[in-house]
Every structure is written in C-alpha cells, then in structure tokens.
C-alpha cells in the first residue's frame, strides 16, 4: 500500500530538520569561543593596624598612660616595629620620644622594672604594713597617700595617764606608691585585676623625705591614709596630743643647764674705803736684865 501525500511530507520535513540541526552542529563544533570579558573588580585595600603615637613628648622613665598617646593607622607589612596602644599602655619608656612621634616597641621596657619607674630625683623606700596601716588592703600601685606617725608617751607604753602623753602628727602629703608587695606601678594583679595581699608599700620620696620616713619608722607607728589624686592641696596640719597626764617629751631624762644669771645694768655703788686703824699701845718689860716689847690692840 503506497504511502499518503501528507505521510510522505511528514517524513520528508522531519528528515529536513535532522539535516538543518546536524549542520549547525558542525558549525557551532568549528566556530572559535570569543573571549569572555572579566568583570571589573575592585583591588583589595592594603590592611591597616592602629598603632601608638606619641601625643606629647615623653620623658625616659615615664610610665606610659593613655593620655600621652593618640591612635594612627598604619600599614602593619611596612612598619612592623611600632607597637600597638595596648602593648604600650603601663609600660615604661627607656629612651626620650617625641611628641608626634609613631612609638617602637623597643622604646619601652615590656618587662617589669622598678628601677625605671622611679621618678627623677626620688628614691624608693619600702616599709612594713598590714591591713591596718595600709588602708585595709586596698592601697594600689600609682595611688596618692599621706604618711601619718605616732609617737607612743608613757601614758601607752604603762598605762599610767599621768606620765607622758602620746602624740601623732602627718609627717609627709601627696606621696606616690610605687609598688604593693611585687604588683609594680603599670601592672595589674592578675586576669581579674585585683592586687594579692602584701605586706610591703614601696613609696617615692625626696632624699629629705627618707630621712623624714627613716626617723618615723624607728620612733614611732607609721600610718598610711589614702587621698584622691587630684587633691593636690597641701593641708596644713599640727600635732594631735593625747589628753590628761603631762605633755610629751621624747627627751624624758634631760636635763638642760642652769641658765647663768643676768647682769644688771646700773652702775656698780663704789668701794667702801678701810677704815684707819687705832694707834697700838706698847709695852716695855725688863725682866732679869732681859727687855721685851709687848703691842696691844687697843679696842674700837
């Protein structure tokens, strides 16, 4: 049976569109890709670290605090030297910085010193405190106190409120700790910041001031009274006495000298003349041939 007009242009159109659809693959198969076109992208930007600058000159021994410095961003491949602000802050400065200067890390001492934290011109005196004397423990290196001192009188010494009194007086205002036990000035006691318990308070003083403290010590009770560091006011202070009995005297058994007596001033009553004495009466006796003399004082 032959086929039909319309099955044969079935065939002939499907058998078309093989061959169209083959031919276009040869083609698409030989055809050379254009070049894709890359998307503009942005260059990444240089990493920038904050680091320390000096905002004002800084001295060798100083201790470095967060006002003494500013934040500048820098690039941290090109200055890999220059410490961060939190590497710095506490530590002390071993060399002289200028102001606007960006700040090395080996400008600063990273480990503890004492030595370096002492200020031009003081010296670092230790003394002996318990919770009492040193504020119930809560005294910190960089606080500001006053040193206080009692001398004992005999009144505390035998409880006689007759004898000596006691007295008590402020020796020394506005003194810097420079350290609690070993918690040095810029550190802090540990992952909670809380200093442990010491017995030792390491004081700035003047030459003069030691021997003030040194002479306290061996005299007297030391007391240690803490004060706001921005009160920089030096109060004027006097003696405390302690009431009934004699007052003190440090120097019980002196004794000064008798002081010699004062001259008059008028004129001296002159000098009373002797008086003539009385003609004398003599005597002659012979005795045995033998003559003697005898003188006799005639009464007045």
Do not use: C
């Not at 606080?143 to 007086?169: C, F, H, I, K, W």
């Amino acid at each position: 049976m032959g086929l039909s007009a319309k099955s044969k242009l079935l065939i002939f159109g499907g058998a078309g569109l093989a061959i169209l659809f083959l031919v276009l693959g040869v083609i698409q198969m030989f055809r050379t890709p254009e070049p894709a076109v890359a998307a503009a992208t942005p260059a990444a930007a240089p990493a920038v670290a904050i680091v320390a600058k000096a905002g004002r000159a800084i001295k060798v021994g100083e201790t470095i605090t967060g006002d003494m410095i500013v934040n500048l961003p820098f690039n941290p491949s090109l200055h890999q030297v220059v410490a961060t602000p939190q590497e710095i802050i506490g530590k002390v400065a071993i060399r002289d910085i200028a102001a606007n200067t960006a700040i090395a890390r080996e400008w600063v001492d990273i480990d503890s010193n004492l030595a370096m934290r002492v200020p031009i011109g003081k010296r670092a005196v230790s003394i002996e405190t318990n919770s009492e004397i040193a504020v119930a423990g809560l005294i910190r290196p960089g606080n500001v106190v006053d040193v206080q001192v009692v001398y004992p009188g005999m009144d505390a010494l035998t409880s006689a409120r007759a004898q000596g009194r006691s007295r008590s007086e402020t020796v020394l205002q506005s003194i810097q700790v420079l350290a609690v036990g070993e918690l040095v000035l810029g550190e802090t006691g540990g992952s909670d910041g809380v200093a442990p318990p010491a017995r030792t308070v390491t004081l700035a003083l003047t030459p003069d001031e030691v021997g003030m403290l040194a002479l306290a010590k061996n005299t007297g009770l030391i007391l240690l009274s803490l004060r706001n560091p921005l009160d920089v006011a030096m109060a004027d202070t006097i003696p405390f006495v302690a009431s009934g009995g004699a007052d003190f005297d440090p120097y019980p058994n002196f004794e000064p000298p008798a002081a010699a007596p004062a001259r008059s001033s008028a004129p001296r009553p002159p000098a009373r003349k002797p008086k003539p004495s009385a003609p004398k009466a003599q005597v002659e006796l012979n005795i045995g041939g033998r003559k003697q003399t005898l003188t006799a004082e005639s009464a007045s």
